[in-house]
């Protein structure tokens, strides 16, 4: 009886241990499985469990999950006998592959005797924000499948961040500076601003994470600009004018050489000039300065046309570069004198007779020439914003095109440099535009 007693007490014995060791193993086991597991993009754009997700490379790396959703790099790795945590910045600001990166130069730093967390906050040469922008493009364009968009990421920086704080060393760029970039061209173009914001926020993510610049991001939304500028979704639309789309910009203008008679000469020259319609119906000819062959080959261009200041919207004069292609289309008058584009009656054309212009071409056409946002047809002045999105969307100098749209910007500084017109550069910006329009690109 007794020997069949401690025959059962020992398989309980047993079975209760295997239970409490299988458990353990098998809770250990799927924990090690989730730790161990090498993260990929796929899984980190999905709904990930809040809480750290390890990386198989060995350096301590892990995403840190919040239950709100965002995401966070962290590494732990051992210095000194001690364990220290290091942030490596926000995901996706901070791609997988540039965390790996990081990750493992901070491991061999510790590896040579080099504490990680005090180096990359050891005061060295602060980087400015374009040499940040070269170091972090790479990177941040090998996860860009698509050509045109990897352009526009350069294109945005280049034409409204760089010029504001390209200059600056990151470590000392607040949120100030950030909100002077964002600012004018917030209402405007808040799709453009939101896009811009968020890769002034990426770029300065990478400087965080490198040790290039102190945690945190200014550059960050929530509880940052947030308070400084009105949500985009709240921003109350403004009437902006209709404009020409790009992919439609040629097809327009070759129906527009069709046409005869002022009003197409005069849409013509606006359109090649980017000119405000009123500078362009009373354009004088006595306001035109050809140079003699010697002049225009040395410069490349013909001529200049003096606006006065009366009849600029900043009351400023303005010069503009003649370039051949728009003396061509000048000399076909046959008057030279007075008004340069007159009504039947001798005055000057009325707006009307440009935007009716235009009006007719939409009509005619059987596609239509329609502002994308508003779904309106493009008017003459709309046609400055199409003129805008090629340069950008090709890289051509923005202080060039802000010039020759007579536009103010920058710091008095600048106001103060920018006095020389950049002529000649804005000749050839004019002369390429011309080029796109004429299809000769």
Do not use: C
Not at 7 to 19: E, F, G, Q, R, V
Not at 156 to 175: D, M, R, S
Not at 198 to 227: C, F, H, K
Not at 357 to 376: A, C, N, P, V
């Amino acid at each position: 009886m007794s020997y069949i007693l401690l025959i059962n007490y020992a398989s309980l014995l047993l079975k209760t241990a295997t239970y409490f060791l299988y458990v353990p193993a098998f809770l250990w086991g799927r924990m090690w499985g989730r730790m161990s597991k090498k993260l990929s993009v796929q899984q980190l754009n999905s709904n990930m469990d809040a809480g750290r997700h390890y990386d198989d490379s060995g350096t301590g790396l892990h995403i840190y999950v919040r239950k709100s959703g965002s995401k966070s790099w962290s590494q732990k790795i051992r210095f000194g006998g001690k364990q220290i945590e290091l942030g490596l910045g926000n995901y996706p600001m901070v791609s997988l592959a540039e965390a790996r990166r990081v990750a493992a130069e901070n491991k061999a730093m510790a590896a040579k005797g080099t504490n990680p967390k005090l180096e990359r906050t050891k005061p060295t040469t602060i980087p400015s924000f374009r040499e940040v922008v070269e170091l972090a493009l790479p990177s941040i364009l090998d996860e860009l499948k698509n050509d045109k968009h990897r352009a526009q990421w350069r294109t945005t920086l280049e034409t409204y961040a760089l010029p504001l704080i390209g200059k600056w060393p990151v470590n000392e760029i607040t949120v100030n500076e950030v909100h002077d970039v964002l600012k004018p061209i917030w209402k405007d173009k808040t799709e453009t601003a939101s896009r811009l914001r968020g890769r002034i926020e990426r770029v300065l993510d990478y400087a965080i994470a490198t040790g290039r610049m102190p945690p945190p991001n200014p550059a960050a939304w929530q509880g940052n600009l947030s308070s400084l500028l009105p949500s985009k979704n709240k921003i109350k639309t403004t009437r902006n004018h209709p404009a020409l789309q790009l992919k439609d910009a040629q097809r327009w203008w070759n129906e527009l050489k069709q046409r005869d008679g002022t009003g197409a000469s005069a849409l013509m020259l606006l359109a090649m000039t980017a000119s405000r319609s009123g500078e362009i119906r009373g354009m004088r000819w006595e306001e035109v300065k050809l140079f003699d062959d010697a002049g225009a080959r040395k410069r490349g261009y013909v001529g200049i046309w003096t606006r006065p200041a009366a009849r600029m919207k900043a009351k400023r004069e303005h010069r503009v570069p003649i370039t051949k292609e728009m003396f061509d289309l000048l000399r076909l008058s046959k008057d030279t004198t007075g008004l340069v584009f007159k009504s039947q009656k001798l005055t000057t054309l009325s707006d009307m007779t440009l935007s009716a212009l235009m009006k007719r071409m939409h009509t005619s056409d059987e596609k239509g020439y329609i502002d994308q946002r508003s779904t309106l047809p493009a008017v003459p002045h709309g046609l400055r914003s199409t003129f805008r999105d090629w340069v950008a969307e090709t890289g051509q100098s923005r202080e060039a095109a802000e010039l020759q749209l007579a536009h103010k910007f920058g710091s008095e500084v600048e106001h103060a440099y920018y006095r020389t017109d950049l002529l000649d550069e804005r000749a050839r910006l004019l002369t390429a535009w011309f080029n796109f329009l004429e299809n000769r690109e």
